[in-house]
């Protein structure tokens, strides 16, 4: 229970629904926060960008109370300093990282998972956009009802085997529903605000967080902005401060629209051009995870390599390891090293893995 309208109406739902119900509020967050006294649940008042601040522990434990649920809250901050150091980490290698898939890999359906069976709790449960289905080769994760904000994207790295003991109670719900049932159950937060971006980027400055984190600002070093021919044509003040498919700020202009289309962190260079030269065909991928028996031969599926994409229509193969390729069946932009592709059969989720490389012909 992070204190949001999701995953309190999905408690409430566990217990119209007869389930034996405990909330578990996740502590991420600095000592420093941990310091302040919690103000009265206000959903008038602005709330922390990201999710499981100290004013979220008050309004789940506010939540809680009214459900007359038990709410434990779990010390995770060591864990999760984990996620922090794959992010900046993943920035200084050049990629674009997702943390929030990491979250739900290593604590929600991790750690949390753990603390879950050492309290003999059957199951999981979470206010994710996606579903859970049964098929005839046994528990399947699909697609939220609500397509404008689902989530199994971001599940794809949840176990096979933890399928079964993983509820989502809110999947089959769009979200204007989930706040009218809030409302209606008179939960008080039935029209917070939704948790924006990265949790502990609150401003939004990627780069400025790495330089914190890590304390490596001579990381940060000047180097060349390249061309598709490989001029230079600018200067850059280190290559972490960019991202793939990036137009603005980029500090060059060339009369056209020029977009980020590759960093290079041994040499420290940003290459860009235009929005032709985003274009990719595939791409390669590797710490898979399936839920399904890893196809060998190309098959075809749908594919989103971002979390706010729709699937595009491609094939996909398993390689040696744990790796897989995949073919569009169409050119698309942006495809962006660091990022997760999922790979789906109709509406439920085959498998994915974390993105390498894209290829273009």
């Given at each position: 229970m992070s204190g949001g309208v999701d995953s309190s109406v999905a408690a409430a739902l566990l217990l119209r629904e007869g389930y034996d119900v405990l909330g578990c509020f996740m502590r991420?967050?600095?000592a420093e926060e941990e310091a302040h006294e919690p103000v009265a649940c206000d959903t008038s008042r602005p709330h922390h960008q990201g999710c499981c601040s100290v004013n979220d522990a008050h309004d789940a434990r506010h939540v809680a109370s009214m459900l007359g649920i038990p709410l434990y809250v779990l010390n995770f901050r060591r864990e999760?300093?984990?996620?922090?150091?794959?992010?900046a980490s993943e920035y200084h290698a050049g990629r674009t990282p997702n943390p929030c898939v990491r979250c739900n890999d290593w604590l929600k359906f991790g750690k949390l998972a753990e603390y879950a069976r050492s309290m003999d709790a059957d199951y999981v449960a979470t206010g994710h956009y996606a579903r859970i289905v049964g098929t005839g080769h046994g528990a399947r994760l699909a697609r939220g009802v609500d397509t404008n904000k689902d989530q199994s994207y971001v599940l794809f790295g949840v176990k096979r085997g933890e399928l079964?003991?993983?509820?989502?109670?809110?999947?089959?719900y769009d979200k204007p529903t989930i706040r009218s049932i809030a409302k209606e159950v008179g939960l008080p937060v039935f029209d917070k605000p939704d948790s924006q971006e990265v949790c502990f980027v609150p401003d939004n400055d990627y780069a400025a967080f790495v330089r914190r984190h890590t304390g490596e600002s001579r990381a940060f070093r000047e180097g060349d902005i390249?061309?598709?021919s490989g001029h230079a044509i600018g200067r850059h003040g280190g290559h972490q401060n960019f991202t793939i498919g990036q137009r603005r700020g980029v500090g060059v202009a060339l009369g056209y629209p020029i977009y980020v289309i590759d960093r290079d962190p041994v040499n420290n260079t940003v290459t860009v051009g235009g929005r032709e030269d985003l274009m990719s065909t595939g791409l390669e991928a590797d710490q898979c995870n399936w839920h399904i028996e890893p196809p060998t031969q190309w098959t075809a599926c749908g594919v989103k390599v971002r979390y706010n994409s729709r699937p595009t229509p491609a094939k996909v193969r398993c390689v040696e390891g744990d790796r897989m390729e995949v073919r569009f069946d169409e050119p698309i932009s942006a495809v962006t090293p660091g990022q997760a592709v999922v790979c789906y059969e109709g509406e439920t989720v085959m498998g994915g893995g974390w993105i390498n490389r894209a290829t273009r012909d």
């Open positions: 991420l967050g600095s999760f300093g984990r996620v922090m150091d794959y992010f079964t003991h993983m509820v989502l109670p809110i999947g089959g390249l061309d598709t």
